[in-house]
């Protein structure tokens, strides 16, 4: 922001601060990985063809430092991780229409 912490401190509230961390992180990002992203859908789309490929594949570094097996298992787990909250939301939900069933009673 080239603004030093003193003036960011009267100037800006800590929600418009967190609004403009959220756009430099999520809808403009700048720098290191995020330029390999972009050069790397650049070489996707010149190199055309296979729909099978995406954007990973034409990165030319691995910004994961973890094995394919160590992939796989953290798929795996994401993958319970979602199957349990998505179980939990279930149960809250049907519990939710059993405790209004039973206070229409």
Same mark, same amino acid.
């Given at each position: 922001m080239s603004k030093s912490v003193a003036w960011i401190? !009267?100037?800006i509230t800590s929600k418009e601060l967190t609004?403009? =961390?959220a756009f430099y992180e999520y809808v403009e990002p700048?720098?290191?990985?995020?330029? @390999?992203? =972009?050069?790397a859908t650049?070489?996707?789309?010149?190199?055309?063809? !296979?729909?099978?490929l995406s954007v990973? !594949?034409?990165m030319l570094f691995d910004y994961s430092l973890q094995t394919a097996e160590q992939k796989e298992?953290?798929?795996? =787990? !994401?993958?319970?991780q979602q199957a349990q909250?998505?179980?939990?939301?279930?149960? @809250?939900?049907?519990?939710?229409?059993?405790?209004q069933q039973n206070n229409h009673n």
């Open positions: 401190d !009267d100037n609004e403009w =961390q700048f720098g290191g990985k995020f330029f @390999d992203i =972009q050069f650049l070489r996707k789309q010149n190199y055309g063809g !296979d729909e099978k990973n !594949d034409f298992q953290q798929r795996i =787990q !994401d993958a319970k909250a998505q179980a939990a939301a279930l149960k @809250d939900f049907f519990k939710s229409k059993v405790n």
